[in-house]
């Protein structure tokens, strides 16, 4: 069964137009040799440990079980004889020879057959060759032309108009990121450009413009966050990389510029104890800092939020703003040093990070949260989904004397069930999408008088886990959807007549645009799939991404 956990959007222009082969030289041979030998050092110690443990309980147990073993010799003995027996009835069949070919009455390969004609290689002795193939006439190899070098790289350009969409997959058990090239013109496309394997399941996904390690530069990169507590940081503009360019956690270690040495000498054991250097559980959500663009936030399921230094990749700051599982980040779109935290305790967290030990302003709600996010529109305003289907918005400036007594701007109850992700549009002001598990998509018109629907889809992804809306003032309606059946739709909503009317005034409308057909550009779902959803929905079984996350 297949499923898309997660999506980002990467903003046009930011990929390289010819991504490059992933190249297997002697330096990353070594480099991969050192991170084995840490594997298999820590494999050995653990049978070690398994070694001694199991001859402990061999010595406690000697007495208890030396009267059993002349019965269990007894029955060796027994079987033995019968073995022996069987092979002497056998034996006169020949069975070791049974697939050998006779030559002339004699199986192949018996030492009295002579050597000659009838061998089955005849006289080879007779044979010419040639010590450099390049000097035999009969063989030709194919020549690896300018023509096959171009087509490869014209098939993996990217143009400055494309954008690259990523989605976090798990599929038979296997996960990995896939990227896709979202290809906005009239005959609108996506495909799948290329993917890396991931060393667990993917739960969240978020794109950096910096390269790990040198701050200086700008990159095209992935943070990858999995139920493992490492955080994983892949170069998108390399294609079929084998691992990634960074990692952030207990295992850390530095870019591929960096020393060969691995960052310890020897891997530490897994530990379960929340502390201020790495994540001992599931990460469950990640956030770039756009203004310090080398700060990467992380919420995990061992209740602390870290906060990256990509310079370095290592841990600056640790935060125990809540009693549970952190879920959901988000940065202020203007004070850069602000972070938004959403919990399974059911608060909302808004702390200046620069402030680690100061007391810190709490919103409270009533269901588990799901998902959080600032309004770029107005930095005052921040939103939050929850698991009971509940669209919330709050004035930050509105701050309650205990969570228990926050006082929302508005309450919608969006979904039945659990609102899983929404998305606030970047240049429409008052345009939100939320996504649920019920298998809907809708749009909504924010104004002063509050929320209003404008439009229900069930796009066909199944369950819905994640829904973005395009970065780019282009592709500003275009709404990335993911879920359950493993399919991602995008959705260009303005395609969509009640969208078109709800937002005129805020939107460009092209000439004789009136008639356009709705548009949904996506992969098809494959029917296996959807049959297997539907077969285990009947049977009673929840599955999909609910059911990960209460582990």
């Avoid at 606030?424 to 996504?435: D, S």
């Amino acid at each position: 069964m297949s499923m898309i956990t997660a999506t980002a959007w990467v903003p046009r222009g930011r990929a390289s137009q010819h991504p490059a082969r992933y190249e297997f030289d002697e330096e990353e041979y070594g480099r991969i040799s050192k991170l084995a030998k840490l594997e298999l050092d820590d494999a050995n110690e653990d049978l070690e440990d398994a070694r001694q443990a199991l001859s402990k309980t061999k010595v406690s147990s000697t007495g208890d079980s030396q009267a059993g073993h002349t019965a269990e010799e007894n029955e060796e003995q027994n079987g033995a004889h019968d073995a022996l027996s069987d092979d002497d009835d056998l034996r006169e069949y020949d069975l070791e020879n049974y697939d050998a070919d006779e030559v002339d009455g004699i199986p192949e390969g018996d030492p009295d057959e002579e050597e000659g004609s009838n061998s089955i290689f005849g006289n080879i002795g007779g044979l010419a060759y040639y010590r450099d193939s390049k000097e035999d006439p009969y063989l030709k190899l194919p020549e690896q032309g300018d023509a096959s070098d171009d087509e490869e790289r014209e098939e993996l350009q990217i143009l400055p108009t494309d954008n690259m969409v990523l989605a976090a997959r798990i599929e038979d058990e296997v996960a990995h990121l896939e990227v896709y090239i979202y290809e906005d013109d009239a005959d609108a496309n996506l495909y799948v450009h290329h993917d890396v394997m991931l060393p667990a399941i993917p739960l969240c996904v978020e794109w950096l413009d910096i390269r790990p390690n040198n701050g200086s530069d700008q990159g095209n990169f992935a943070a990858v966050g999995t139920m493992d507590p490492d955080i994983e940081l892949w170069d998108l503009d390399v294609v079929d990389c084998m691992f990634p360019t960074a990692i952030l956690g207990q295992n850390s270690r530095p870019a591929t510029d960096a020393p060969l040495e691995p960052a310890t000498k020897k891997k530490k054991r897994k530990v379960k104890k929340a502390n201020a250097s790495y994540h001992v559980d599931s990460v469950l959500s990640l956030a770039a800092n756009r203004t310090h663009r080398h700060l990467l936030a992380s919420a995990s399921a061992d209740k602390t939020t870290k906060l990256w230094d990509l310079n370095t990749c290592t841990a600056a700051h640790s935060y125990t703003h809540h009693t549970d599982k952190v879920c959901a980040l988000a940065w202020h779109p203007t004070q850069a040093s602000v972070l938004l935290s959403g919990s399974y305790d059911r608060t909302i967290v808004a702390a200046d990070m620069r402030a680690p030990d100061t007391t810190v302003p709490r919103w409270g709600v009533e269901s588990d949260v799901e998902q959080v996010r600032w309004d770029p529109h107005d930095e005052n305003n921040f939103y939050v989904s929850t698991e009971n289907g509940v669209l919330h918005c709050f004035d930050a400036r509105q701050l309650p004397s205990s969570p228990e007594k926050s006082k929302a701007m508005w309450r919608l109850q969006a979904h039945e069930k659990s609102l899983s992700s929404f998305s606030v549009n970047p240049t429409v002001p008052g345009f939100i999408a939320t996504a649920s598990v019920d298998r809907t998509v809708k749009l909504w018109n924010i104004t002063e008088n509050g929320p209003s629907l404008v439009v229900n889809r069930d796009l066909g992804v199944g369950k819905v886990f994640s829904a973005n809306f395009a970065p780019d003032d282009a592709v500003a309606f275009r709404l990335a959807v993911a879920g359950s059946k493993g399919a991602v739709q995008v959705w260009d909503t303005s395609t969509n007549r009640a969208v078109r009317e709800a937002f005129a005034g805020r939107m460009r409308l092209q000439a004789g645009a009136e008639d356009v057909v709705e548009r949904v550009i996506g992969i098809e779902v494959d029917d296996e799939e959807e049959e297997e959803e539907e077969e285990a929905e009947e049977n009673g079984g929840e599955g999909g991404w609910e059911s990960m996350e209460e582990e």
